[in-house]
Structures are given as structure tokens and as C-alpha cells.
């Protein structure tokens, strides 16, 4: 990102600019120390932003504004003619600095890790910062726990790179990976499969310099290899992670600096990290419970009546005559299986703190046992013999 300002005093034009390291390097002027600073910065665990100037002159300025207004005119391809005039600037620029700034975790992040850690729940985390940086926030917030081990992928080109890097990892058992973007997409481009089906058995994975773009691409190969059963969040608080919300199956954004574009595109949206683990193991619990009884019950009513009136049809040679007439018929979906359903909307199966104290309980729902096709086949089994009872009794008594 850059800009052009006119200095009042001395009337000299300057362009100033900023960006990544690894951008930079190759726009600014030759030094030696560049490479080396930034990683010191970010073994740290700081972000850090390269700062760089370039004095222009006047007739420079005017060939530069004239070109840019033209590329902005174009009506075909416009963003690409304008990046190319842009990149005209953007070369043997003076390097004035490196700053690192640190980001702080928020509260209870490396709690809500460990809870989802033994929750059965795996996390990827997919990151704009450099490799050193990523590595770093990952093992200060317990996303790579001590005794995990670490294996970084190195930067690849080639095929046959490719498959060596992803030979090694394969021998390396329950071990955490650590990419680039780069070399994720060139992975990628030659062995999908391999990789996907490789990493995802890993504990962890963490992406570092992994643009927008990549995050959304990450996401939905996640969709396409995963265990159909198992469903993919994505988690984000800035305009960078919406593609990345809106490619899952269920998006979360958390209302941040950064802003309120991931929370506005996002399924749910929470204040702070924390409030993760009460979303999922409190309130996504009571959700998949009470929707899992209440849409069985609702089928079980439905059961019972029919298998009444069936019963009432074949006994009186089938006539065309309903066995509930009137508000009957219309109190039996309404009035008199009512408080049942109250019931069930409103049931918790275990209290808020217990569930947030064991997260072994949210394995449990993985699992799918609260509506699976023999909790259904009970149901209806259910249903069956307590509207056959049901008939059986009137028939005896009247």
C-alpha cells in the first residue's frame, strides 16, 4: 500500500510505501540486513512492516498521474492496467525501516484451545503473517501443545520437491505442519489428493503468508477430503477471512479491530475468541438436542395418527370417513401435543457449566447419536405400538 505526498517546505514529491518482507526485498534498494531484522522480529512473535521511499520529480510525477488516469478510464481489465502503472514506481526505492508490532492474545485463547483441543475438535490456522511469526503465536497459544511435534515444509518449485517434502511428512506420525502459502499452492498443483489426505490426519496445520484467496481455497479442499460426517467452521475478524467464512459450512466472525466485515458475513457472530467455547459446547449442544427430539417427536405424532386412522379404515371396509373430524383433527397438531413440544424446545439435557467444564461431552455429538436412522427406526417402532395400543383400547371399551 503507498501514497504520493508533496512536502510544503522543501515542494519535494515523494511516494512513500509498505508492505511484507518478502515483498519488499526485491523493491527496495540492496542491503544486508533487511532479511535478517524481520526475522528476528519475528521469532519474537511480532508482525512486522517494511517501510520504503522514493523521491520523485516533477515530469515523473505528471507521466505517472497521466498514465494512472488513463488505466482508471479503461472499462476492460482496469485493475490489471492500473497495477501495472503502479508497479512502475515500485522499484529502487529506499528502505527507511522495519517496524514489529505485537499482537496481543485476547483473554482465555489458550483456554479455549486446550477446551477444544480435548473437545475431538482439529484446528487449522491460516494466517497472513510470516512462517517465524506463525510459529510462534501458534506455540504461545497452545495451538501446538509442547509435546507435539513440529515438521516445516520447506519452500518448494519442482514436482519432484514436491513429493520429497511430502514423503518425509508422511513418515513424520501425529506431527504438526507448518507451510507456506506458496508452497501449498505449488503442493497442490501436482499431488491434491496426497497432500489433503496427508494433512488432514495431522494434530494441527498452520499456513503462513496465506492471502485471502488461498484461505477460501483451503476451506473448500477441507470440504471436498474431509469424513462426510464431519462438518468445517471458519473462524475470522477481518475483511481478509470473509471469503474464508462464506466457503465454510458455518461461519463465525468476531467483532475486532479490524473491523465488522467477518462478523457481518459470518452465521454467527461473537465479541471475543472466549465466547467460542459457550457457542459450541453450550449453546450448539441444546441446539442439536432439542432439534433432534423436537423433529422426531414431530414425525412420531404424525405416526400415531396415521397409523390410527389406517387401523379405523381397515376395520370399516376402507370408507372415505376421517377419524378425527373437525377441531379434532385440527387440536391434534395444535392445542393437545403442544406442551410436549414446549417441553423439548426448552430441555437441557446437562446444565451450562458442566458442559463447558467437560469438553469431552461435545464428542458425544460427533458421533451422531441423537438422530441417526435407529434412534428413527425407535421412534417409528414407538409410534406404531402407541397408536395400535391406542386403537385397541377403544375397541375394547366401546
Known amino acids: 500500500m503507498g501514497i504520493i505526498v508533496r512536502d510544503e517546505n522543501t515542494n519535494e514529491i515523494i511516494f512513500y510505501l509498505k508492505g511484507a518482507d518478502t515483498v519488499m526485498q526485491n523493491i527496495v534498494q540492496y542491503n544486508d540486513w533487511l532479511q535478517e531484522e524481520s526475522s528476528n522480529m519475528a521469532r519474537e512473535g511480532l508482525r512486522t512492516l517494511v517501510i520504503a521511499k522514493k523521491l520523485l520529480t516533477q515530469e515523473k510525477y505528471q507521466e505517472f498521474e497521466q498514465k494512472i488516469t488513463k488505466a482508471r478510464l479503461q472499462t ?23 517496524t514489529g508490532v505485537e499482537d496481543k492474545l485476547q483473554v482465555d485463547v489458550r483456554q479455549t484451545l486446550e477446551s477444544l483441543h480435548n473437545s475431538g475438535i482439529k484446528i487449522w490456522m491460516l494466517t497472513g503473517d510470516k512462517l517465524e511469526t506463525a510459529t510462534c503465536i501458534a506455540k504461545s497459544s497452545k495451538l501446538i501443545r509442547r509435546n507435539d511435534d513440529i ?22 506420525l501425529d506431527a504438526c505442519l507448518v507451510i507456506t502459502g506458496d508452497a501449498l499452492q505449488i503442493c497442490l498443483s501436482f499431488y491434491e489428493k496426497d497432500l489433503m ?59 475486532g479491530k479490524e473491523g465488522k466485515q467477518a462478523s457481518l458475513a459470518a452465521d454467527f457472530s461473537i465479541n471475543q475468541f472466549s465466547y467460542l467455547t459457550r457457542l459450541l459446547f453450550v449453546h450448539g449442544r441444546d441446539s442439536y438436542k432439542r432439534t433432534a427430539s423436537l423433529s422426531q417427536f414431530i414425525i412420531h405424532r404424525g405416526v400415531i395418527i396415521s397409523v390410527m386412522q389406517a387401523i379405523f379404515s381397515s376395520i370399516f371396509s376402507f370408507i372415505a370417513i376421517s377419524l378425527y373430524q373437525g377441531f379434532l383433527l385440527v387440536g391434534y397438531g395444535t392445542v393437545y401435543t403442544m406442551f410436549p413440544v414446549f417441553s423439548l424446545v426448552l430441555d437441557k439435557d446437562v446444565p451450562a457449566d458442566i458442559a463447558l467444564l467437560y469438553p469431552e461431552l461435545y464428542k458425544e455429538l460427533a458421533k451422531g447419536r441423537s438422530l441417526s436412522l435407529k434412534t428413527f427406526s425407535l421412534w417409528v417402532l414407538i409410534s406404531v405400538y402407541q397408536g395400535s395400543a391406542i386403537m385397541y383400547g377403544a375397541f375394547v371399551l366401546f
Open 76 to 98: 476492460i481489465n482496469r485493475s490489471r492496467y492500473v497495477r501495472e502503472v503502479i508497479e512502475t514506481l515500485e522499484c529502487d526505492m529506499e528502505l527507511l525501516g522495519v
Open 151 to 172: 515438521y516445516i515444509m520447506k519452500q518448494v518449485a519442482t514436482r519432484e520437491e514436491c513429493l520429497q517434502e511430502l514423503n518425509i511428512f508422511k513418515r513424520k
Open 197 to 255: 489426505e496427508s494433512i488432514i490426519e495431522s494434530p494441527s496445520v498452520i499456513v503462513c503468508r496465506c492471502s485471502p484467496t488461498q484461505k477460501a481455497t483451503v476451506t473448500d479442499l477441507l470440504k471436498k477430503y474431509r469424513n462426510k460426517k464431519i462438518r468445517v467452521c471458519a473462524i475470522g475478524d477481518g475483511g481478509n477471512d470473509v471469503s474464508m467464512i462464506q466457503s465454510a459450512h458455518v461461519g463465525i466472525g468476531i467483532v
